[in-house]
Nanobody, 120 residues
Framework: QVQLVESGGGLVQTGGSLRLSCAAS????????MAWYRQAPGRPRDLVAV???????NVPESVKGRFTISRDSAKNMIYLQMNSLQSEDTAVYYC??????????????WGQGTQVTVSS
């Protein structure tokens, strides 16, 4: 199991930056996949950044060049650096950890979420 606690959300103006943090209760290099998702009201929860245990990262085209996922393994922390924020980035952001007990069978763990609001 793993517990996740996000922090760093808040209100920011269009074009501004925020860094979200996610503290994990176990070594993040032992977690198969860590990711950030976001969910706006009335919308599905969408992936915005992912990192494998080996450190490979990926972000969708919608945030490429603006969002970066990183980690501090010594602190068991995952970060999401968000730059050039736009109103459409307003959402609750969730940290996710996925653990596989065998190929194709995974359990997802979620943090409580942190609100990001981008105002013009």
């Amino acid at each position: 199991q793993v517990q996740l606690v996000e922090s760093g959300g808040g209100l920011v103006q269009t074009g501004g930056s925020l860094r979200l943090s996610c503290a994990a209760s176990r070594s993040i290099t032992s977690i198969d996949i860590m990711a950030w998702y976001r969910q706006a009201p009335g919308r599905p929860r969408d992936l915005v950044a992912v990192m494998t245990s080996g450190g490979t990262t990926n972000v969708p085209e919608s945030v490429k060049g603006r969002f970066t996922i990183s980690r501090d393994s010594a602190k068991n922390m995952i970060y999401l650096q968000m730059n050039s924020l736009q109103s459409e980035d307003t959402a609750v952001y969730y940290c996710n950890a996925r653990l596989y007990d065998r190929p194709g069978n995974a359990t997802d763990y979620w943090g409580q979420g942190t609100q990001v609001t981008v105002s013009s």
